[in-house]
């Protein structure tokens, strides 16, 4: 591990006290999140930390308030552990915890008023129509263009995403996205030309941007087959090199610190054709999996599995108010 560009900030696990780590919940990603807390929890106690799996956030709000815990490692994905439900209550107890508070969290899960944040700000994302249930979802396709993507709002994990190409095909994307709960959206689809285009991912830990990734799924797209369970997706990282790679990694630390972001996420980028960057999303609690995108860029960094989680661990100590 590099000890210049990642030095600890803390050097006995003992100073975390009692951690929980709280995977699972009732979320869509639900299997995403015990596969990646498994894999934070093994790590966390390799290294000596005090560390104990809770599935959910009844029975972690529960420990807590029975004094069991002194902080907290959230890997929850999705609804609940991304949407600032579980940081409100954690910050009403006075519990120190990983990744972004009640805003970034809210802010970054909802895909729309992300995207109004950014474009707030002059920061590029692709055109979009936000469908709340009941809308006309073909005038809102001929406004958009074809090609498009629909997607729920506050779903991850590419759960009840479609890639549209004709109106024939819009009634099943529709259907699908609308098995989620909450609002839809509908945007314009960016393809690159798969040389310097295509889809990227940046992560970020604590304010170190780490290496772009470029994904290049062997299906169609980089659905969540390619992302959990296919081993044949090609990951390339750095995915940019030059003036592109540190424009595009400029480009996400902006888009992260504008939803009020902290500690460590990711950020999602598509790049056209013609070498333009367009943000699609920011995750606040990115999977920690076999396949996850984060651990693989950070250990081209040079920080490996075990120490990127403890780096992790550590942002709960630097967050304000925070209480070791």
């Known amino acids: 591990m590099s000890t210049t560009r990642f030095p ?30 498994q894999g934070v929890l093994a790590a966390l106690r390799a290294r000596g930390v005090d560390a104990h799996a809770i599935d959910g956030i009844p029975a972690l709000l529960d420990a807590v308030r029975a004094g069991h815990f002194a902080r907290v490692f959230n890997i929850l994905h999705g609804a609940g552990g991304e949407n600032g439900e579980l940081q409100g209550a954690l910050q009403s107890l006075g519990i120190p915890y990983t990744g972004s508070g009640v805003l970034g969290s809210a802010l970054s899960l909802d895909k729309v008023r992300a995207k109004q944040v950014w474009l707030s700000l002059g920061l590029p994302t692709p055109r979009f129509k936000a469908l709340p249930r009941g809308s006309d979802v073909h005038a809102a ?17 590419s759960v009840g995403v479609t890639r549209v190409f004709e109106s024939s095909d819009l009634d099943a ?3 699908l996205a609308h098995r989620s709960p909450g609002d839809l959206l509908m945007e314009t689809l960016i393809e690159g030309d798969g040389t310097e285009g295509g889809e990227f991912t940046v992560g970020i830990l604590g304010r170190e941007v780490l290496p772009t990734i470029k994904i290049v799924p062997a299906s169609a797209y980089y659905d969540y087959n390619a992302k959990y369970i296919a081993d044949d997706t090609q990951y ?89």
Not at 141 to 157: D, H, Q, T
Not at 257 to 286: Q, S
């Open 8 to 37: 600890r900030r803390v050097n006995d696990p003992a100073d975390f006290g009692r951690v929980a780590v709280v995977m699972g919940g009732s979320s869509a990603e639900r299997d995403v999140s015990l596969n990646s807390g």
């Open 141 to 157: 396709a001929r406004e958009i263009g074809f090609p498009l993507i629909v997607k729920p709002v506050w779903e991850g994990s």
């Open 236 to 324: 390339i990282c750095p995915g940019l090199g030059g003036t592109a790679e540190d424009e595009m990694r400029a480009l996400a630390l902006r888009a992260f610190d504008a939803l009020d972001c902290f500690g460590w996420g990711r950020v999602d980028i598509m790049r056209d054709r013609h070498g333009k960057n367009w943000l699609l999303e920011v995750n606040t609690a990115p999977g920690m999996t076999s396949h996850s995108l984060v651990p693989k860029a950070a250990a081209v960094a040079g920080l490996d599995y075990e120490g990127l989680c403890w780096r992790v661990l550590e942002t709960s100590m630097e967050r304000e108010g925070a209480t070791a």
């Open 173 to 175: 994307a529709v259907e």
